[in-house]
C-alpha cells in the first residue's frame, strides 16, 4: 500500500465505552493537526457506542467521508485483534493509537509529527501522561506518570523486562508497522508491551516526550485493572 505523506491515522478502538466516546473524539477533531484520519474499530460492543459514534459523526460532518472511517467487528476479537485491525487499515505516514476513555491534548499529534520529521532515525514515540479520577466532578486534578523513562534509558528498561512507554500515547512510522506487524495475541494483557519490544527487536530506535500529551481516565471498568495492580 502507498502511504499519504503527511497523514496522520489514527486508531481508536471501543468496547462499550459509550460514556466516553463524545469526550474522546472531541479531543481528536481539536488536534491542530489537519491532516489525519479516524479509524473507529467497535469490537462487538453491547452498550450504544455505534449509536453515539455515528450521531457525533453526523453533528461533525464526518458521516461517509474519508476522514472517519467506521469498523464494526462481527464479533468480540480482544484488545490486540481490535487494534491490529485499525492498524491495516491506516493509510497514513504516521499511524497514532488512542484509547476510548482517554483524550489527547490538542497539540499531542502535531507535536509528535514534527518529533518524528525532525528525528528521521526514530521510528516510535510516547509521550508523557496525566491521569485524572473519573469520578473528579468539580474540576480534575491531573497526576504526572512516574514510571516512563527517556533516551537511551527506555532500551535498557525493556532489555530488562520492564515497560517504559504507554501505550495509548504512541505513534510510530507505517513503514516500520509494515515491517514488524500488528500486535501478538499470544500474550494476554501484555499486548501493548509486547508490540513495543517488536520495534527495539527489529532495531528500530524509539523515544518518548516528557511534554504531557495525552490523559488517561482512572475508572474502575478500565482494561488495566484486570492485569496490573497499578495504572500503566
Known amino acids: 500500500m502507498q502511504r499519504e505523506l503527511g497523514k496522520v491515522s489514527v486508531v481508536l478502538t471501543n468496547y462499550n465505552r459509550a460514556a466516553y466516546l463524545i469526550e474522546c473524539l472531541n479531543s481528536l477533531k481539536r488536534q491542530t493537526y489537519a491532516d489525519m484520519e479516524i479509524i473507529f474499530v467497535d469490537d462487538a460492543s453491547t452498550d450504544r457506542s455505534v449509536d453515539v459514534v455515528q450521531a457525533w459523526c453526523e453533528e461533525n460532518g464526518l458521516a461517509g467521508t474519508d476522514a472517519f472511517v467506521l469498523v464494526r467487528l462481527p464479533r468480540n476479537m480482544g484488545f490486540a485483534g481490535a487494534v491490529t485491525t485499525g492498524l491495516f487499515l491506516a493509510r497514513g505516514q504516521y499511524i497514532a493509537v488512542q484509547d476510548a476513555d482517554d483524550f489527547s491534548h490538542p497539540q499531542r499529534l502535531e507535536k509528535q509529527a514534527a518529533y518524528l520529521e525532525s528525528h528521521p532515525d526514530l521510528a516510535l514515540v510516547g509521550t508523557s501522561y496525566a491521569t485524572f479520577e473519573d469520578s473528579e466532578e468539580v474540576g480534575r486534578l491531573y497526576e504526572q506518570a512516574k514510571w516512563l523513562h527517556y533516551g537511551e534509558d527506555i532500551r535498557k528498561v525493556y532489555q530488562s523486562g520492564g515497560h517504559c512507554i504507554c501505550h495509548g500515547t504512541i505513534m510510530?512510522?507505517?513503514?516500520?508497522?509494515?515491517?514488524?506487524?500488528?500486535?501478538?495475541?499470544?500474550?494476554?494483557?501484555?499486548?501493548?508491551?509486547?508490540?513495543?519490544?517488536?520495534?527495539?527487536?527489529?532495531?528500530?530506535?524509539?523515544?518518548?516526550?516528557?511534554?504531557?500529551?495525552?490523559?488517561?481516565?482512572?475508572?474502575?471498568?478500565?482494561?488495566?485493572?484486570?492485569?496490573?495492580?497499578?495504572?500503566?
Open 172 to 232: 510510530f512510522k507505517g513503514a516500520a508497522f509494515d515491517q514488524i506487524g500488528g500486535l501478538s495475541r499470544r500474550i494476554t494483557g501484555a499486548e501493548d508491551y509486547e508490540f513495543i519490544v517488536k520495534f527495539l527487536h527489529s532495531k528500530y530506535p524509539i523515544a518518548n516526550i516528557p511534554e504531557i500529551l495525552y490523559y488517561y481516565r482512572l475508572h474502575e471498568s478500565q482494561r488495566s485493572l484486570a492485569y496490573y495492580s497499578n495504572k500503566e
